[in-house]
Nanobody
Framework: VQLVESGGGLVQAGGSLRLSCAAF????????MGWFRQAPGKEREGVAF???????RYADSVKGRFTVSEDNAKNTLYLQMNSLKPEDTAMYYC?????????????????????WGQGTQVTVSS
């Protein structure tokens, strides 16, 4: 499956952005899809995931501010980001796998076998 992100940009602290990830190709009936982010000089970290059963999981740093959702008819994953902070500045990557357990927080790792998008930059100014 090919993943293409969009929706990044420059926003002031406290503002909102919605990222989209369009999936091209056949998604398996069971899947895990979500978002990682990577700030300059830092490791890629998991942000939010959703599985084929609709269960969602979030990093503590974004709980209550970010919402991950999907539109199955459009094969598109979304990340609604509200109350953005300068520390949210990063390249955001969409990731997908047929291995549903990878949606568990304890499994989040960029070393896992995911399909990756090319990334979209989010910059939050103070």
């Amino acid at each position: 499956v090919q993943l293409v992100e969009s929706g990044g940009g420059l926003v002031q602290a406290g503002g909102s952005l919605r990222l989209s990830c369009a999936a091209f190709g056949l998604l398996p009936s069971s899947y895990c899809m979500g978002w990682f982010r990577q700030a300059p000089g830092k490791e890629r970290e998991g942000v939010a995931f959703i599985d084929s059963g609709g269960s969602t999981r979030y990093a503590d740093s974004v709980k209550g501010r970010f919402t991950v959702s999907e539109d199955n008819a459009k094969n598109t994953l979304y990340l609604q980001m509200n109350s953005l902070k300068p520390e949210d500045t990063a390249m955001y990557y969409c990731a997908a796998t047929s291995f549903v357990p990878y949606c568990r927080v304890s499994y989040w790792s960029p070393l896992r076998t995911y399909s990756w998008g090319q990334g979209t930059q989010v910059t939050v100014s103070s």
